[in-house]
């Protein structure tokens, strides 16, 4: 089928990202290379923390001060298996320079051997060194959003209900993940996207869900999950040619349904992870 997408996004018209746990692997290396080599603007300070239970952590901050500012702690998406992509990398340094931010961006644990539960502590164990550290860090303690795209959104969704009583002041989540269930007509009709679709899609939630029993289950797919007393302003965006997109749509109205303040952005001519064609930061 062809899609009428945007014409920067044309090159990938034939690319399909495939999933399976020999794929997650062998892309360890290319991904950490990409990643390493993924250049920083000049005008960014880069700071590396490893935590006492060996979680590694990125910031990114304009170098130009000292001052304390608001903070984004920001999960990258792959899937719940793929590292970090060089693109994400520029999307933390645009974060960072241009809101003028300090951008968070942990290297969590990942698919096929770690999963939700691994995942859903690391996303606390981020927001607590954080919150405890907002000091030193220079981060202000009252100013901290959570953020993500495709599963990096989904992991957020979890980090907002298990840190209820802190009050997180924002969420933003980019073509998120958030109906295991897969029964939306996007789902239905997006099966063969390029960079993602539905077919991928099924294989990362079966991978994902094989070894939960059936509360773990509920609580990780965001949208069958008990929602936290205090939802957070949310930032949602989908993609016009995603599987994804109407779950996303779903999740929108769902939050606002219960009472949140939320912006859904619907935009178009996109497919899932358009934000790579990201030229430099």
């Given amino acids: 089928m062809k899609y009428r997408i945007n014409k920067e996004l044309r090159k990938y018209n034939l690319f399909r990202i495939p999933f399976g746990i020999p794929i997650i692997y062998l892309s360890r290396i290319p991904q950490s290379i990409i990643l390493k080599f993924t250049r920083i603007p000049k005008d960014i300070k880069r700071n590396v923390y490893v935590l006492k239970n060996g979680l590694k952590i990125e910031t990114f901050e304009p170098k130009d001060d000292n001052i304390k500012r608001p903070c984004l702690i920001y999960f990258h998406g792959g899937a719940f298996g793929y590292k970090a992509d ?140 008990k929602l936290p007393s205090y939802i957070p302003n949310t930032y949602i965006e989908v993609a016009e040619f995603d599987c994804l997109h109407d779950e996303g749509i779903e999740y929108y109205k769902l939050l606002k349904d219960n009472g949140a303040r939320v912006l859904l952005n619907e935009t178009h001519g996109t497919i899932h992870g358009y934000d790579r064609v990201l030229r430099s930061a």
């Avoid at 241009?98 to 290297?107: A, E």
């Avoid at 907002?134 to 303690?141: F, K, Y």
């Avoid at 939630?205 to 289950?217: Q, T």
């Fill in 86 to 225: 060089g693109y994400h990398k520029k999307l933390a340094c645009i974060y960072a320079k241009n809101v003028g931010i300090k951008v968070v961006f942990p290297d969590y644990r990942l698919l096929p051997k770690y999963g939700y539960n691994e995942q859903k502590e690391d996303a606390i164990t981020t927001f607590k060194w954080v919150y405890q550290n907002a000091e030193q860090l220079r981060i202000i303690p009252d100013k901290i959003a959570v953020g993500g795209d495709s599963a990096g959104a989904t992991i957020t969704t979890y980090l907002v209900s298990a840190t209820n009583n802190y009050h997180l002041c924002a969420q933003m989540l980019i073509y998120p993940a958030t109906d295991a269930k897969m029964q939306t007509e996007s789902m239905k009709k997006f099966s063969d996207t390029p960079l993602w679709n539905s077919k991928n899609n099924a294989k990362m939630w079966n991978l994902y869900l094989n070894k939960l029993n059936e509360v773990a289950k509920k609580e990780a797919s965001p949208i069958d999950a």
